[in-house]
């Protein structure tokens, strides 16, 4: 059957950039175009001619414009097949056109909702019941029907038609395809509104995922691996995925990992604080009251490790922060923070050779931007949990004769906040508010252990330790002293809890509980 001529229009739009010119094009090649209420008026603004939906059916908008389009004469017209003569018949018996182009897009649900004051009625009020049901019926019969839902379609749609008079199947079928995606998302996002509304322990009853792609990347983890970067409707807060790129080559799929990382991380302290991360762990961490200061200190404590790694910041990078990364001998892929300063932006974007394609990445606010509930894809399904949030004294107790002094206190507050983003096994070390010693991602705890006080060396005397997870023996304690560590944080429940506590006051080494663990896997 040859693709049916392009004779009538329903054009019914919320988004309303581009539909201007888009109908001045379907006008010029002589296409009758019905519209309703607000676009109608639109497009007559526009010196466009257009057909009200309510003069061609007979019937006006009612309920304060919730009944529009919802009418057998539009949805016959759209919903018979052509070749179909019983259905020739009954559009001829009732006097129904038939519409060939169904241009439609959705009133403004996901916009409503970003809105922190909306009302549950302002999100009701802004849930499409037409124009979800023309694009369904354009769609569905779309072996005569065009149906767009995007302005991105636009150019194509009207090519075609301007060089046949009609649309071929296969850009129908293309375009199909996208408006039950489009019609799928917006449902999905009205139906993860109100679903968290009622949740069990926190979480959702169901989760309804529809992802739009937004970026192919070069690879994935390894060269020989596809990879693209999707979006999330709704989604608040830090957004890495429409983050702002000022500078620098593609981000790959290891930095976004590592960025995604960068942030949760400096999410965890109000004071200005500076990450540098490698392979989804953090290799130097610290705070000061001078950004700059937080950066050289965070620098300092593995500056092997930190070569090829990304920068997170959790305020605005200065000039003399900047100053700091030119005239340092490091090489770094991606920054990230909420703001760049001009100034620093021009500094960090000029010679030597590694500054001209390092990536500059501006997130915005990271305040209150924390994700409400974490995926991970398994095989047959998906684990997901609440995000691991920190906590500061809640349900901690110290368990040994001796106790931490007031600074060691903030010490161990500090380390604490930073080993729940380290890969497990992890044990942190840490003085004067940064790390000096990390040890990561180890099978034994104890390994871990020697791992950040090799990293630490003689820095490592004086400072604090805190570990994600129970130590199983005393031997950690044992190395720990020996280094020179006075002071340990670390959640308790070991079995041999009172073997480990009885090495600690053997040693002189204070030791605090606190009753919550902070696995990374």
């Not at 892929?333 to 001009?342: G, Q, R, S, T, Y």
């Not at 020697?450 to 005393?474: E, L, T, Y």
Request: net charge negative; charged share 20%; hydrophobic share 40%.
């Amino acid at each position: 059957m040859e693709s049916p001529k392009i004779c009538r229009a329903l054009i019914s739009v919320s988004e309303k950039r581009g539909i201007d010119d888009f109908a001045k094009g379907l006008m010029d090649r002589g296409v009758t175009i019905y519209s309703t209420g607000g676009t109608a008026t639109f497009l007559k603004k526009a010196g466009i001619d257009v057909v009200d939906i309510a003069e061609y059916t007979g019937f006006p908008e009612i309920l304060d414009g919730r009944v529009k389009t919802l009418h057998p004469k539009v949805f016959s017209g759209i919903l018979a097949r052509r070749e179909n003569e019983s259905h020739a018949q009954t559009l001829k018996e009732f006097d129904i056109a038939t519409i060939e182009l169904v241009v439609v897009n959705l009133y403004p649900f996901e916009a409503t909702i970003a809105n922190e004051n909306v009302t549950e009625q302002q999100a009701i009020e802004q849930i499409d019941i037409g124009g979800p049901s023309l694009i369904r019926a354009a769609a569905k019969n779309y072996e005569s029907v065009t149906v767009a839902t995007g302005a991105e379609q636009y150019a194509a749609i009207l090519g075609q038609i301007r060089q046949n008079g009609r649309t071929s199947l296969q850009l129908r079928r293309e375009l199909m395809a996208a408006a039950f995606e489009h019609t799928a998302r917006y449902d999905s996002i009205i139906a993860d509104y109100f679903s968290t509304k009622e949740t069990v322990v926190g979480l959702p009853p169901t989760i309804n995922l529809t992802l739009k792609r937004e970026k192919s990347l070069r690879y994935g983890e390894n060269s020989h691996q596809a990879a693209a970067v999707y979006s999330v409707p709704g989604s608040s807060g830090a957004d890495l995925v429409l983050a702002k790129q000022l500078h620098g080559k593609e981000l790959s799929y290891n930095n976004l990992l590592d960025l995604d990382s960068a942030i949760f991380l400096m999410q965890s302290f109000p004071e200005p604080a500076c990450c540098v991360l490698k392979h989804n762990n953090p290799c130097g961490v610290a705070i000061d009251v001078k950004l700059a200061i937080a950066c050289e200190k965070a620098f300092m404590c593995d500056p092997v490790s930190a070569y090829g790694s990304i920068l997170g910041f959790n305020r605005p990078v200065d000039v003399a922060t900047t100053e700091f990364l030119c005239h340092g001998d490091f090489f770094v892929e991606a920054i990230l923070a909420p703001k760049f300063e001009p100034d620093a932006i021009e500094l960090l974007t000029t010679k030597p050779k590694w500054r001209a394609n390092v990536r500059l990445i501006e997130i915005g606010s990271l305040n209150g931007s924390e994700q409400p509930i974490e995926l991970r894809q398994i095989h047959g399904g998906f684990l997901v949990q609440q995000p691991d949030s920190s906590e500061r004294y809640n349900h901690w107790k110290v368990v040994t004769d001796a106790a931490p002094s007031p600074n060691d206190r903030m010490q161990l507050d500090f380390a604490w906040n930073v080993v729940r983003h380290v890969k497990s096994n992890a044990i942190v070390l840490a003085k004067e508010n940064a790390t000096v010693g990390i040890g990561a991602g180890q099978m034994s705890r104890v390994d871990s252990v020697d791992i950040a006080i090799n990293k630490a060396g003689p820095r490592g005397a004086g400072s604090v330790m805190a570990s994600d997870a129970f130590f199983p023996f005393p031997d950690s304690i044992e190395r720990a002293a020996h280094a020179g560590i006075l002071t340990i944080v670390q959640p308790g429940g070991s079995v041999r809890d009172d073997d480990v506590i009885e090495v600690c006051n053997r040693l002189g080494v204070s030791m605090i509980f606190t009753g919550r663990r902070h696995f990374r896997h």
